[in-house]
C-alpha cells in the first residue's frame, strides 16, 4: 500500500515569525500515522524549522537546490548545505521554477540528479498548460516532462522520486483539476511508467495532485484510486485549511 502524503510549499510566504507560529500549532495536532505530512518553507526558515518539528514526524522540504556542488553561484543553494541541516527533500521542476526562472529540461535533469546521487528524495512537479489541454496535447506534454526521470537514473533512485502532477491552469487560479482529470492524468503515469519500466515501480511511486487543492474538493479528489496526496500551495498558508487537508485525505 502506497503512503499517503500531504505537502505544503509556502513559496514566498511566511516569514521567521510566521514560520514557527504555524510549525508549533502543527507540532500539536494529530493524524493518522500512515500520512506523510511535510511543509517546505523558504530557505531561511528551513534550520529553525527542523529545530521546531525535532520530535515530529513532520518532514521539512526544500522548494529548490543548485545542481553544482559548490562555486561562484550567487544567490544559490546547493544540496549539501541542505544536507548539513538535515533536510533531504527537495522540490524540482515546479511550474513557476519552469517558467519564472526559465529552467528548462537540462537543468531539471541535473537537479534531479545531483538530488538523487547525494541521497535526497525528489518531488519532481510535471503538468501541462491551457493551451496545452485545449488543443489536447496534454497526454504529450506531460509524458515528454516524464522522460526526465524515465531515463538516465539508477534503478534504485527512481525509488526516491515522488511525483507531482500540478496543471498550470489549475495553480493558484482556484479552478482545480476536476477528480477525473486528474485521476485520468495519474492512472496514465502509472502505465507509462510500468511500460518504460515494471509493474511494482508503477504500483509503488506515489503521485500527488497539485492545483487550487482546498479542503472542499480535497476529500473528492483523493479518493481517485491513483491520486496519493497532494502538493497545497495557497491553502497550505492557512492553518486551518491545511490541517482540514491533512483529516481530509484521512477518509481515503
Ligand atoms: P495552489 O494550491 O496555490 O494552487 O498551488 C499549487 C502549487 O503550486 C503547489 O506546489
Redesign the pocket.
Known amino acids: 500500500m502506497r503512503k499517503k502524503i500531504i505537502i505544503g ?1 509556502w ?1 514566498m510566504n511566511n516569514d521567521k515569525q510566521e514560520t514557527e507560529n504555524f510549525l508549533l500549532k502543527l507540532k500539536n495536532k494529530t493524524w493518522n500515522k500512515e500520512i506523510e505530512v511535510k511543509v517546505s518553507p523558504s530557505f531561511v526558515s528551513l534550520e529553525n524549522a527542523q529545530k521546531i518539528l525535532r520530535n515530529s514526524p513532520v518532514e521539512v522540504v526544500a522548494q529548490n537546490m543548485h545542481y553544482e556542488k559548490n562555486g561562484a553561484f550567487t544567490g544559490e543553494i546547493s544540496c549539501k548545505m541542505l544536507k548539513s541541516i538535515n533536510v533531504n527533500s527537495v ?1 524540482i521542476g ?3 521554477r519552469r517558467t519564472l526562472f526559465y529552467e528548462n529540461e537540462d537543468i531539471i535533469k541535473r537537479k534531479i540528479k545531483t538530488a538523487l546521487n547525494n541521497e535526497m528524495k525528489v518531488i519532481f ?1 510535471f503538468g501541462e498548460s491551457l493551451e496545452d489541454r485545449n488543443k489536447k496535447k496534454h497526454i504529450k506534454t506531460i509524458t515528454k516532462q516524464l522522460d526526465v526521470i524515465m531515463s538516465d537514473l539508477k534503478t534504485n533512485q527512481r525509488n526516491q522520486i515522488i511525483l ?1 502532477y ?1 496543471p498550470i491552469w ?4 482556484g479552478l482545480n483539476a476536476t477528480p477525473e482529470q486528474a485521476q485520468q492524468i495519474h492512472k496514465h503515469v502509472r502505465e507509462e511508467i510500468a511500460t518504460a519500466f515494471n509493474k511494482n515501480l508503477a504500483n509503488s511511486v506515489q503521485i500527488l495532485y ?4 482546498k479542503p472542499n474538493n480535497s476529500e473528492e479528489i483523493f479518493s481517485k484510486p491513483d491520486i496519493d496526496g497532494g ?6 498558508l492557512s492553518f486551518d485549511d491545511f490541517y482540514s487537508i491533512i483529516r481530509s485525505i484521512d477518509k481515503k
Open positions: 510549499n513559496k522540490i515546479h511550474s513557476e512537479c507531482a500540478e489549475a495553480i493558484g487560479t497539485g492545483g487550487s487543492l502538493l497545497i500551495g495557497g491553502a497550505s
